[in-house]
C-alpha cells in the first residue's frame, strides 16, 4: 500500500468513525413524549373531543314533526339543527340576542345571513310564544332576579340556561363535584364545553351563591 493509499484509507475509516459518533448520539437524544406519561392528564382532551362528536350528531338531528326552536333560549347547537341554519350562522343568532331578545320572527332579519327567504323556511320552525323582555337578567332598580345558583342547582336545572344542554349541564355538575364550587364567572371556562360566547350569555342569568 503506498502512502497515499494509506493516507486515503485512513481518511475513509475517520470519517466513517465520525459518523457513527454522529448517529450514535442522535439516536441517544433525550426525546420529549409526544404525549405526557400521565394518562390522568388526557380526560381533559378525551372529554372535550367526546363534547365536540356529541355536538356534531346533535346538529345532524332532524327536526320531529311539530317541533319548534325557541331562538332566544336554544343552544347553538339546537339553533344549527334548524333549515338553512349552520354553526356559523347559529352563532350569529346567539349573539343577536344576547344585544336585543327577538319579539317576532322578523327580527331574525337583523341577523347578518338571514334574508327573507331563510326566514321563509324557519319560520314553521321558530318558537316565539314567550320572548324574553329585552331586561330580562334585572328587576327595578337593576337587582338581580331569577338567577340559577350555579354552585347550588342540579343538571336539569342548569338546563335553563342558554346553550347548556343536557351533556354540558351535568359536565358543569361534575366540575363543581371535583374541583369544588364557581367563584367567578371565568370558573366555568374550565368546564369542557363553555367557551367564552356561551359564558357571556349565561352571565347575566347565574349566580355564584354557596
Same mark, same amino acid.
Given at each position: 500500500? $503506498?502512502?497515499?493509499?494509506?493516507?486515503?484509507? #485512513?481518511?475513509? +475509516?475517520?470519517?466513517?468513525?465520525? +459518523?457513527? %459518533?454522529?448517529?450514535?448520539?442522535?439516536?441517544?437524544?433525550?426525546?420529549?413524549?409526544?404525549?405526557?406519561?400521565?394518562?390522568?392528564? =388526557?380526560?381533559? #382532551?378525551?372529554?372535550?373531543?367526546?363534547?365536540?362528536? &356529541?355536538?356534531?350528531?346533535?346538529?345532524?338531528?332532524?327536526?320531529?314533526?311539530? &317541533?319548534?326552536?325557541?331562538?332566544?333560549?336554544?343552544? &347553538?347547537?339546537?339553533?344549527? *339543527?334548524?333549515?338553512?341554519?349552520?354553526?356559523?350562522?347559529?352563532?350569529?343568532?346567539?349573539?343577536?340576542?344576547?344585544?336585543?331578545?327577538?319579539?317576532?320572527?322578523?327580527?331574525?332579519?337583523?341577523?347578518?345571513?338571514?334574508?327573507?327567504? $331563510?326566514?321563509? *323556511? %324557519?319560520?314553521? =320552525?321558530? !318558537?316565539?310564544? @314567550? /320572548?324574553?323582555?329585552?331586561?330580562?337578567?334585572?328587576?327595578?332598580?337593576?337587582? !338581580?332576579?331569577?338567577?340559577?345558583?350555579?354552585?347550588?342547582?342540579?343538571?336539569?336545572?342548569?338546563?335553563?340556561?342558554?346553550?347548556?344542554?343536557?351533556?354540558?349541564?351535568?359536565?358543569?355538575?361534575? !366540575?363543581?363535584?371535583?374541583?369544588? +364550587?364557581?367563584?367567578?364567572?371565568? @370558573?366555568?371556562?374550565?368546564? /369542557?364545553?363553555?367557551?367564552?360566547?356561551?359564558?357571556?350569555?349565561?352571565?347575566?342569568?347565574?349566580?355564584?351563591?354557596?
Amino acid at each position: 500500500m $503506498t502512502e497515499d493509499e494509506r493516507r486515503a484509507a #485512513l481518511w475513509a +475509516a475517520a470519517v466513517l468513525l465520525l +459518523a457513527s %459518533l454522529v448517529r450514535l448520539g442522535w439516536e441517544m437524544r433525550p426525546v420529549d413524549p409526544l404525549l405526557p406519561a400521565d394518562t390522568a392528564a =388526557y380526560a381533559g #382532551l378525551i372529554e372535550e373531543t367526546r363534547a365536540a362528536v &356529541e355536538d356534531q350528531e346533535r346538529r345532524q338531528v332532524p327536526l320531529a314533526p311539530g &317541533e319548534r326552536i325557541d331562538p332566544n333560549r336554544a343552544s &347553538e347547537v339546537e339553533l344549527a *339543527r334548524l333549515p338553512g341554519v349552520g354553526p356559523a350562522l347559529a352563532s350569529r343568532i346567539a349573539a343577536a340576542r344576547r344585544a336585543t331578545p327577538f319579539q317576532r320572527s322578523e327580527d331574525l332579519l337583523d341577523v347578518p345571513g338571514v334574508g327573507a327567504g $331563510t326566514l321563509a *323556511r %324557519l319560520a314553521e =320552525y321558530l !318558537d316565539l310564544d @314567550d /320572548p324574553p323582555p329585552p331586561s330580562s337578567g334585572t328587576g327595578a332598580g337593576g337587582a !338581580d332576579v331569577q338567577r340559577v345558583a350555579v354552585n347550588r342547582v342540579g343538571a336539569a336545572e342548569l338546563q335553563a340556561l342558554p346553550g347548556i344542554g343536557p351533556a354540558l349541564a351535568e359536565r358543569i355538575v361534575a !366540575d363543581r363535584t371535583l374541583h369544588g +364550587a364557581f367563584d367567578v364567572p371565568e @370558573d366555568l371556562l374550565r368546564v /369542557p364545553g363553555i367557551g367564552p360566547s356561551t359564558l357571556e350569555a349565561i352571565v347575566p342569568m347565574v349566580s355564584f351563591a354557596r
